[in-house]
Structures are given as structure tokens and as C-alpha cells.
């Protein structure tokens, strides 16, 4: 298993994320969290399973909402780095111009 990091600028994502989720109902800010706990744990097991789309940037599409995990990925150090969470409907200039 991988070793985990998580850019503040992407924690930030998820908390915004799940705040407007909390918005919408209650409670499902917290499954939304809970799915993008559930999916980096998949995510550290196995990194290599998701496809790279942004230079050497992995993507994992979650199940249950419309986002996308992107992480970088030190196979020497045996480290993921979570570097947003994106929603799939923004467009990727959103990604670029944020990192």
C-alpha cells in the first residue's frame, strides 16, 4: 500500500464539495466524503489501475458522483499525492488554471 498526501488546494476541493452537497441535503456531505475516502482507499492499494490523462497525473472517475480524483504517483517513494477533486462537468482549464 501507498503512502498518502493530500494537496491542501485538493482538500479544499473536497470540503467545498461536500459542503454544497450538505447544501443540497443533509447528511450527504458526509457520503460524499465517505465515497472519496472509500475510493482513495482503492486508490493507495492499487495506483496504478487508473489511466494518467494530465502529464503524469492519474485519474479515478468515482462511482457514485460526477468527480474525478487526480493524483500523482511516486512508484521510488511509494507515495500517492492527491492534487484535486474535481468535478467532471467543470471544464479541465479549471484544473490547469487552479494548480
Known sequence: MYTLNILPIAFEDIKSNANWYSTQK???????????????????????????????????????????????VDEELKTVTITAVLSTKQSPD????KR
Open 94 to 97: 479549471i484544473w490547469y488554471s
Open 26 to 72: 443533509r447528511g450527504l456531505g458526509l457520503k460524499f466524503t465517505s465515497a472519496v475516502r472509500s475510493e482513495i482507499k482503492k486508490i493507495t492499494k492499487n495506483p496504478f489501475a487508473f489511466v494518467i490523462r494530465y502529464d503524469k497525473h492519474h485519474t479515478c472517475v468515482m462511482k457514485k458522483y460526477p468527480y474525478m480524483i487526480h493524483y500523482l
